[in-house]
């Protein structure tokens, strides 16, 4: 199996597209460029570092350091749910409410594809479930961090009809029944779109890099099709917990609305 090796300098002729980027954010007074470089800068440092640890971590092979690096994964994506909300949650919960939920559904959903499709052996080589693990947290994240930005904007936004519903009796479950709706569709849009345009309209980045690396393309199809299903997983599973507990938190035991267990919206 052979495949084309990249040097330093065609990375530098790739990213000159981003500085082109930002060159139009300039001209166009976008206000972007600085974002642009910025991103680009952060992107390449941590996939470098990320590159070097995962070198060592394959040559370990240890679960200790493999629960410890993935253990970290879902303590940055919590914090870039947070990161995302308008109105986020006061306290810990902040943080929590959206670095639980990831856990909980990318953690199953990996240990679920290492156990039952892809049977590595130990199941926990990190050179399996950490790339496994990357890819559907990144995605469970959007679908959290959507939902949760759905649903604290939606009940401020329609504060008067949520107190109308619970006034006429109405438990918070009922009251919040059309808000929650409306959050999981908003969070769920992004991996149907996605799963619907790929094949036809885009080629995955995984399957591109198994096909550039040598790969046979029917293979790398199968892996493509796994992993697809199991991002669909891990963001409904995520999205769904992550819109329930919003609802519960932003009412209480006495069937009231509690916003302000909200900041105020960034400006």
């Given at each position: 199996?052979?495949?084309?090796?990249?040097?330093?300098?065609?990375?530098?002729?790739?990213?000159?597209l981003?500085?082109?980027?930002?060159?139009?954010?300039?001209?166009?007074?976008?206000?972007?460029?600085?974002?642009?470089?910025?991103?680009?800068?952060?992107?390449?440092?941590?996939?470098m570092?990320?590159?070097?640890?995962?070198?060592?971590?394959?040559?370990?092979?240890?679960?200790?350091w493999?629960?410890?690096?993935?253990?970290?994964?879902?303590?940055?994506?919590?914090?870039?749910i947070?990161?995302?909300?308008?109105?986020?949650?006061?306290?810990?919960?902040?943080?929590?409410?959206?670095?639980?939920?990831?856990?909980?559904?990318?953690?199953?959903?990996?240990?679920?594809?290492?156990?039952?499709?892809?049977?590595?052996?130990?199941?926990?080589?990190?050179?399996?479930?950490?790339?496994?693990?990357?890819?559907?947290?990144?995605?469970?994240?959007?679908?959290?961090?959507l939902?949760?930005?759905?649903?604290?904007?939606?009940?401020?936004r329609?504060?008067?009809?949520?107190?109308?519903?619970l006034?006429?009796?109405?438990?918070?479950s009922?009251?919040?029944?059309?808000?929650?709706?409306f959050?999981?569709?908003?969070?769920?849009?992004p991996?149907?779109?996605?799963?619907?345009?790929?094949?036809?309209?885009?080629?995955?980045?995984?399957?591109?890099?198994?096909?550039?690396?040598?790969?046979?393309?029917?293979?790398?199809?199968?892996?493509?099709?796994?992993?697809?299903?199991?991002?669909?997983?891990?963001?409904?599973?995520?999205?769904?917990v992550?819109?329930?507990?919003?609802?519960?938190?932003?009412s209480?035991?006495?069937?009231?609305?509690?916003?302000?267990?909200?900041?105020?919206?960034?400006?």
């Amino acid at each position: 199996m052979s495949f084309i090796t990249l040097d330093y300098i065609d990375l530098v002729l790739a990213g000159s597209l981003v500085l082109l980027n930002a060159g139009l954010s300039i001209v166009l007074q976008l206000g972007l460029a600085k974002r642009f470089l910025i991103a680009a800068a952060r992107m390449t440092v941590q996939l470098m570092l990320v590159g070097l640890a995962l070198k060592m971590l394959f040559a370990l092979a240890s679960p200790f350091w493999t629960a410890l690096v993935a253990l970290a994964m879902v303590l940055f994506a919590g914090y870039e749910i947070m990161a995302r909300q308008d109105r986020r949650f006061k306290g810990w919960w902040g943080y929590g409410l959206g670095a639980s939920t990831v856990f909980t559904a990318a953690l199953l959903v990996s240990v679920f594809a290492l156990t039952t499709q892809v049977r590595p052996d130990p199941w926990y080589d990190p050179r399996y479930a950490i790339p496994i693990l990357g890819m559907i947290l990144g995605n469970t994240m959007t679908g959290v961090g959507l939902g949760l930005h759905t649903i604290t904007t939606t009940a401020h936004r329609e504060r008067a009809a949520i107190e109308a519903q619970l006034a006429l009796g109405a438990t918070r479950s009922e009251a919040f029944r059309v808000v929650s709706r409306f959050s999981l569709r908003t969070a769920m849009i992004p991996i149907i779109n996605s799963m619907t345009a790929t094949g036809l309209i885009a080629l995955p980045g995984m399957m591109t890099g198994q096909i550039l690396s040598g790969v046979d393309p029917a293979e790398a199809v199968k892996y493509q099709l796994l992993i697809s299903f199991l991002i669909a997983g891990g963001a409904g599973v995520g999205a769904l917990v992550a819109v329930i507990g919003g609802a519960r938190l932003l009412s209480d035991g006495r069937h009231r609305l509690r916003l302000d267990r909200l900041h105020p919206p960034r400006d």
